[in-house]
């Protein structure tokens, strides 16, 4: 049985170095799980959080933003850190297919392969459109659907931080 209380996970970075939950440990991690062929929720929700850490200003630089593939099969390593050049502060993860599906269940994310004419290799991906904040404990914090606007965001994760103080 898995819990969202305290996730772990098992994946490689987008520069091929293993890493776990206990990597980020000490930083605040925002979460979001997509894939790099997906052409409207990933790149809007990037963009999003991106304005957000730019909000945020220095606080963010509490925050590990953390993209976590959900199509390994596509998203290796170097296709992440490519996509994510126009996201310098995301980290890109992913690994074997056993080892997202583990972490997707850690997080109770929903993500299917599905037949799409429309995708050049025949198939896209939908899946969970949610941001989790994960403590620097590893523990989770707060989650974000994906309708919440920047400006909510923000102040939630302000707030959030805020009651916190250091680190």
Not at 68 to 97: A, C, K, M, N, Q
Not at 120 to 127: A, E, L, M, T
Request: proline fraction near 8%; glycine fraction near 6%.
């Amino acid at each position: 049985m898995t819990s969202l209380d305290q996730p772990s996970f098992s994946l490689v970075d987008h520069d091929g170095r293993p890493v776990t939950e206990n990597t980020y440990q000490g930083r605040w991690q925002l979460v979001f799980f997509g894939f790099t062929h997906c052409k409207v929720v990933c790149p809007r929700a990037l963009r999003r959080l991106s304005s957000v850490l730019d909000e945020l200003g220095e606080t963010a630089d509490r925050l590990q933003p953390l993209y976590i593939s959900v199509d390994p099969e596509r998203d290796t390593p170097d296709v992440l850190r490519e996509f994510l050049r126009p996201y310098p502060r995301y980290t890109g993860l992913t690994g074997s297919v056993d080892a997202v599906e583990q972490a997707k269940q850690e997080f109770r994310v929903f993500a299917r392969r599905k037949y799409d004419p429309t995708d050049p290799d025949g198939y896209s991906v939908p899946h969970t459109a949610i941001t989790y904040l994960l403590s620097p404990e590893g523990k989770y914090a707060a989650h974000f659907l994906d309708s919440i606007t920047e400006a909510e965001m923000t102040v939630s994760l302000r707030t959030i931080l805020a009651k916190t103080g250091a680190p």
